[in-house]
């Protein structure tokens, strides 16, 4: 869908406050930022190279690169998405399109969902623990950690894409209707295309969310910094490779900053993922 | 069919989730609600968690100290997030649109630690030198919107995105002001994912742990002032269950599982307002 | 750096898994010595994992970890599990570098971590409201030092509260007219690193980790691990490696004081 601007027919006293006001608003989104990546690039961007990328951590991580650790994120990184996209994707299209909307199940559901969202990470670390590593038998690894990261963000993107299928408006579903359409074609064809940008929103928050995770990987994923051999290796992220070096190891904040630095570029290279993968869905897509 | 049977599990199965981990929260709480009671947790002088009789659990000073920053947070990034998403869709090139996007997508990434870190050695000397010392309230409120107003403005920009073309031109070939043409055509129809962004936003601010415990003080008593030192109940968990052994553990279980209970019943709150503000079962 | 021979101590190559648990102090240390022990013993894994001392404890006792990583004394309900000695870390008072305080009376860190004093203008310094940095319940470094003044926790009057050491330095720098107490090596560090804190000396002694390897520092605590009964040689090893003279220098690095020294 094209986006839409607000073409300046009349002005008044009160257009120019609001668009004041979301200047003003932008600008307060963006000095923290400015502030934060700022200060980043000061104390880390002197620790970063080429080879900080490949290498291994040695020194408790005081020398040497990253490597093992950014692998260790990439899989979790996976495991998570493979499981929170169809999952909460099936469960987004379940909430809206099949169960009874504003029903008991509807309402129970969001509201669980709510409140899973505000688990505090570390809780939600001690269960992932106790249920994927230590019931399920996973051991700490990055498998354990990916399902855990899927339970922290799952309410997210299932919001996020319910919302997205709720934008797509009523009549499209009953135009479907009236020509004899399957729901699921209907569904499949045409609800999700046109709600394509909202769900790769919600795919990107996701997955920002789930880069800055810590607490809940450090006790499931893991704090050894050797490279994974398989998904029941323990790894650990890059958040949780920030969270030792600055808060652990003396000496560690320089590497910590230019590792925050490496997130910062991958945060920024998945927020273009999206517009690429919907550049090419765009094409079988029909925009209504 | 496959899609209906799929997708009602799975929301069934997500929701699931919540049961279990309340689940295992009360579980191992339960050593301190029996020993140590219900009433202590509200009753006793202070929070000073100490081994045998001279232990005090009081865990009020932790609950408001949640529930304010949460609250400040909230107040200072909901209009800030909903506002700039405005801007981005309506107001700005296109081009400073995205580049906000991308902005907004980095932040939302950012680990706490590293928000934290940059309020303890940014943010904190500021506030100190107005009074000291500097590690408070507001510097707890300040880092949570940080951390929470990305989730409001990918849910708001994302309901503002699909207001279809055709509207806003038919109201503005109308000959409605801007404002009149948000007011009229754009708000109702996003009052609804503006709520959900809010609420996700107010939750997980109210589930931040380490930024907060770089920057709020953590001293356990009811903040007076902004600038007064506040502890949160995910910083009391952080802060002690390293370290913590028996009741003591098993106290701060409890506080997880108060944790859960406060931000079931904002949920709740929240869905009721909501619901008597827009009139209609919007959900 | 210390050459790692590739058999144990009875001359038999070992292999297997050790996964050691427990605070996240010592777990830098223990994962720089375990990738040190996995390069020179091919076919061993050392897994550390961080929780807390207390998750050490229970987790050595469960036995599911190997090795449990405790940093403090074990107390007297924890006899039943062997303890060994790795290094001992000092705790020192810091404060903020802007300060013009040189030293304190014992008598004076009272006041000022009890509340009877918060100006520093009352011991010499100037008229500045002071910022008491104090540690979170339960952990060793608080303990040794509340011991050490004779203070209960519910005596101290703290402005903020900090969880580990890094944290504690960062406060004490960002905040004019803070006082804190914190491992001495990490405290060493961040000075020589230009981070704007300072160590007060204790009763006289200048609070340096020279001084603690040479017990004229009275203010010190315990890094041990601990396993219980049984170990395996996998674990025996390791634990050989870490008490021998070739991890000395990697303990030494970051900043503990070994206990061969």
Not at chain 2, 47 to 56: D, K, L, M, Q
């Amino acid at each position: 869908m094209t986006e839409a601007r607000i073409h300046r027919s009349t002005t008044s006293k009160s257009d120019v406050a609001v668009q004041t006001a979301s200047w003003l608003a932008l600008v307060a989104l963006l000095v923290p930022l400015g502030l934060i990546v700022g200060d980043l690039l000061m104390r880390g961007a002197t620790s970063l190279s080429p080879q900080f990328l490949v290498d291994s951590p040695s020194k408790a991580g005081r020398e040497g690169g990253i490597g093992p650790v950014l692998l260790s994120t990439l899989l979790v990184m996976g495991v998570c998405l493979l499981v929170v996209v169809p999952l909460g994707l099936a469960a987004a299209i379940g909430l809206n399109e099949y169960l009874r909307r504003g029903g008991f199940a509807v309402r129970t559901v969001r509201i669980a969902l709510d409140v899973l969202a505000g688990t505090p990470s570390i809780a939600l670390g001690m269960f992932g623990y106790a249920f994927f590593c230590i019931a399920l038998g996973m051991g700490v690894s990055i498998l354990a950690g990916g399902l855990t990261l899927a339970c922290m963000v799952m309410p997210l993107y299932v919001r996020l894409s319910e919302q997205a299928l709720r934008t797509v408006p009523d009549d499209v579903r009953a135009a479907a209707d009236a020509l004899a359409l399957r729901r699921y074609t209907a569904i499949l064809r045409i609800v999700l295309p046109v709600a394509a940008p909202g769900l790769f929103a919600a795919t990107g928050l996701a997955l920002a969310r789930a880069l800055a995770e810590t607490a809940a990987l450090l006790f499931t994923s893991g704090y050894v910094s050797r490279t994974p051999g398989s998904l029941l290796d323990p790894g650990r992220v890059l958040a949780v490779h920030i969270f030792d070096l600055s808060m652990n190891v003396p000496g560690g904040d320089g590497p910590a900053y230019a590792t925050a630095l490496v997130l910062v570029a991958l945060l920024l290279s998945v927020s273009g993922v999206p517009r690429l993968v919907r550049g090419f869905t765009r094409r079988w897509s029909h925009p209504v | 069919m496959l899609l209906a049977v799929i997708g009602r599990s799975a929301a069934v199965t997500v929701a699931g989730l919540v049961i279990l981990i309340a689940g295992f929260l009360l579980l191992h709480a339960q050593p301190a609600l029996r020993e140590i009671g219900f009433v202590r947790f509200f009753a006793d002088a202070s929070w000073n968690p100490s081994p045998g009789p001279e232990g005090r659990f009081d865990i009020v000073p932790a609950l408001v100290g949640s529930a304010l920053a949460t609250a400040l947070a909230a107040l200072i990034a909901v209009p800030i997030g909903i506002t700039a998403a405005l801007g981005s869709t309506f107001f700005v090139h296109r081009a400073v649109a995205r580049l906000v996007d991308s902005g907004v997508g980095v932040l939302a990434g950012l680990p706490s630690v590293v928000i934290g870190l940059w309020g303890l050695t940014a943010l904190v000397p500021w506030i100190a030198r107005i009074r000291a010392p500097g590690a408070s309230l507001l510097a707890a409120a300040l880092v949570l919107a940080v951390m929470v107003v990305p989730t409001i403005y990918v849910a708001s920009r994302g309901a503002f995105k699909s207001i279809p073309k055709t509207c806003l031109d038919g109201a503005t070939a109308l000959g409605m002001t801007r404002i009149g043409i948000l007011r009229a055509a754009v708000l109702p129809t996003v009052k609804p994912a503006l709520a959900v962004g809010a609420v996700l936003a107010i939750t997980r601010a109210l589930g931040e742990t380490m930024a907060v415990v770089m920057v709020a003080g953590n001293v356990a008593a009811i903040p007076r002032s902004l600038f007064d030192p506040v502890r949160t109940l995910t910083a009391n968990i952080a802060l002690e269950l390293p370290y913590a052994t028996g009741l003591h553990r098993s106290a701060l279980f409890a506080g997880g599982a108060g944790l859960m209970a406060l931000t079931w019943s904002l949920v709740v709150l929240g869905r009721c307002i909501s619901r008597a503000w827009s009139g209609e079962h919007n959900d | 750096m210390a050459v790692v021979t590739s058999t144990g101590a009875a001359g038999v190559s070992v292999t297997g898994t050790v996964s050691v648990v427990g605070s996240s102090t010592i777990a830098p240390v223990l994962g720089e010595l375990g990738r040190l022990f996995e390069a020179g013993h091919p076919g061993t894994r050392i897994n550390v994992e961080t929780g807390g001392s207390t998750r050490g404890i229970v987790e050595a006792r469960s036995g599911r970890a190997d090795i449990g990583m405790v940093s403090r004394a074990l107390t007297v309900n924890e006899q039943d599990l062997a303890a060994y000695l790795v290094a001992r870390d000092g705790v020192a008072l810091i404060l903020h570098s802007g300060l013009e305080v040189q030293s304190l009376k014992r008598e004076q860190v009272i006041d000022i971590y009890t509340g009877r004093i918060d100006r520093w203008v009352g011991v010499g310094g100037p008229d500045a409201p002071i910022s008491v940095i104090h540690k979170a319940e339960g952990r060793s470094t608080l303990e040794v030092f509340l011991d050490h003044f004779g203070l209960k926790p519910t005596d101290v009057r703290p402005s903020v509260v900090v969880g580990d050491n890094q944290q504690c330095i960062k406060s004490v720098a960002s905040i004019p007219g803070a006082i804190g107490y914190v491992s001495i090596g990490a405290a060493e560090f961040a000075v020589a690193d230009g981070v704007g804190i300072r160590l007060l000396p204790l009763d006289g002694i200048c609070a340096t980790t020279a001084n603690v390897r040479a017990k004229r520092y009275a203010l010190t605590r315990e890094l041990n691990l601990v396993t219980d009964a049984t170990v395996s040689p996998v674990t025996r090893a390791f634990i050989d490696f870490v008490l021998s003279s070739d991890a000395t220098e990697t303990i030494r690095d970051l900043y503990f004081v070994p206990i061969g020294d």
